[in-house]
């Protein structure tokens, strides 16, 4: 934990892009991920992890659509919800993958959030919804 955080690993896998993952990311590093992420028109995915990957959270993104899921050994798998009413027949294509349009994340500063207390703690933040 020498960055102060939980999380030692940043990984990137962007269409058509390869990208080496980078070991114990700062916080400006995580961020400038998620904006490239954002911007991307062809989709990919981040991936924050301790080593062992006891925790990790993976970020699917395409033209400012996000879906967060986090994976933790102890306390199980969570997938943000944005609040709107769950419609089992509303997906939408992110990354090659298909998401229900109620986990999808529209607003960068609530991805930012979302992921920087992840980054701190390896926890999902309280401040949003989560399936589990």
Known sequence: MENGTVIEILKFAFINEKRLPIENPKW???EDALILLGNIENGGYISLSDFDDT???IIFGESGMYHIGIITEDDGDFVYCN???EVEVA???ISGNYFKEHQ???DLEVLKTVVMYFYETGLP???VIWES
């Open 28 to 30: 400006s590093e995580v």
């Open 55 to 57: 925790r990790s959270m």
């Open 83 to 85: 609040g709107s009413a």
């Open 91 to 93: 997906e939408v294509p």
């Open 104 to 106: 999808i994340c529209k």
């Open 125 to 127: 933040s309280e401040d």
